[in-house]
T-cell receptor, first 110, second 113 residues
């Protein structure tokens, strides 16, 4: 069964606005990763956050992790049209496999 | 290689035919994962390998799907007697360890007609 669940399923914003996507999971994890997928192509890795970390930044991306709530959020600040893509969270539980959610489809309008 | 290479990019099979997909992980990566994505929806985990050993195959439909990762050969995912619902993009990923990022190939689009 899938581990992560992203919400919302779809998000549409104007260029320059911030986009926040959430991911919830069910079991204890070692780490959580966020990926981006453009138009059905391969996944591009964005950020890995470990279970003992609470926040991580990379450029315009900010990821938080709350292990007590079993949830993570991805914030994209000052969004651009090129950020239009599907975003997936993947969790790595103790069996070492990555499990993905259904993703959030982000549309950034110019 | 420096990227995960999946071949072929597209594969069309008649219902009941066999389909075989290949994945060359990044050199030095010990873990290989296979995922199935139907209609740009969620990624369904199929199977993982640690080197040539199956690590977890809980996602594999047991009857028709099989996979291998043999030394000095690309990994492969084989579907016997394909069905229409097998139509999907199959992604392969590799990583050095479970604590590092996974790199994904561009996928193989399988269409069963």
């Amino acid at each position: 069964s899938q581990q992560g669940e992203e919400d919302p399923q779809a998000l549409s914003i104007q260029e320059g606005e911030n986009a926040t996507m959430n991911c919830s999971y069910k079991t204890s994890i070692n780490n959580l990763q966020w990926y981006r997928q453009n138009s059905g192509r391969g996944l591009v890795h964005l950020i890995l956050i470990r279970s003992n970390e609470r926040e991580k930044h990379s450029g315009r991306l900010r990821v938080t992790l709350d292990t007590s709530k079993k949830s993570s959020s991805l914030l994209i600040t000052a969004s651009r049209a090129a950020d239009t893509a599907s975003y997936f969270c993947a969790t790595d539980a103790n069996n070492n496999d990555m499990r993905f959610g259904a993703g959030t489809r982000l549309t950034v309008k110019p | 290689g420096e990227e995960v290479a999946q071949t072929p990019k597209h594969l069309v099979r008649g219902e009941g035919q066999k389909a075989k997909l290949y994945c060359a992980p990044i050199k030095g990566h010990s873990y290989v994962f296979w995922y199935q994505q139907v209609l740009k929806n969620e990624f369904k985990f199929l199977i993982s390998f640690q080197n040539e050993n199956v690590f977890d195959e809980t996602g594999m439909p047991k009857e028709r799907f099989s996979a291998k990762c043999l030394p000095n050969s690309p990994c492969s995912l084989e579907i016997q007697a394909t069905k229409l619902e097998d139509s999907a993009v199959y992604f392969c990923a590799s990583s050095q360890s479970t604590a590092t990022e996974a790199f994904f190939g561009q996928g193989t689009r399988l269409t069963v007609v």
